[in-house]
């Protein structure tokens, strides 16, 4: 059973950075891909960015340029870096992971298999 664990999330000002990560136990999957996902009360869950085990990547529109994705495999780490946060940011954060790529849904989050608890990112004006 593959656990994944957030950490990072917090409140910060508009302008300013946070670094989430995301470590998953007992994942031995190859290939796989692997998302931040964020949602609001009431909203859908929206792909943020996402990243296969080639290190193809995907972003949401609304955060390329600000936010990147990366990963650690010798520590089975997912890293976001956020820059540049807007209050439109806020949200919970998730992590996910599925058994194989494809990079048209890299960021649809019902494709994905396994999903950490979340962290809170509030950004204020």
């Known amino acids: 059973q593959v656990q994944l664990v957030e950490s990072g999330g917090g409140s910060v000002q508009a302008g300013g950075s946070l670094r989430l990560s995301c470590e998953a136990s007992e994942y031995t999957y190859s290939p796989y891909c692997m998302g931040w996902f964020r949602q609001t009360s009431g909203e859908e869950r929206e792909g943020v960015a996402a990243i296969d085990s080639d290190g193809w990547t995907s972003y949401a529109d609304s955060v390329e340029g600000r936010f990147t994705i990366s990963r650690d495999n010798a520590k089975n780490t997912l890293y976001l870096q956020m820059n540049s946060l807007k209050p439109e940011d806020t949200a919970m954060y998730y992590c996910?992971?599925?058994?194989?790529?494809?990079?048209?849904?890299?960021?649809?989050?019902?494709?994905?298999?396994?999903w950490g608890q979340g962290t809170q990112v509030t950004v204020s004006a």
């Open positions: 996910a992971i599925r058994s194989y790529q494809g990079r048209r849904t890299m960021r649809w989050a019902p494709s994905y298999k396994y």
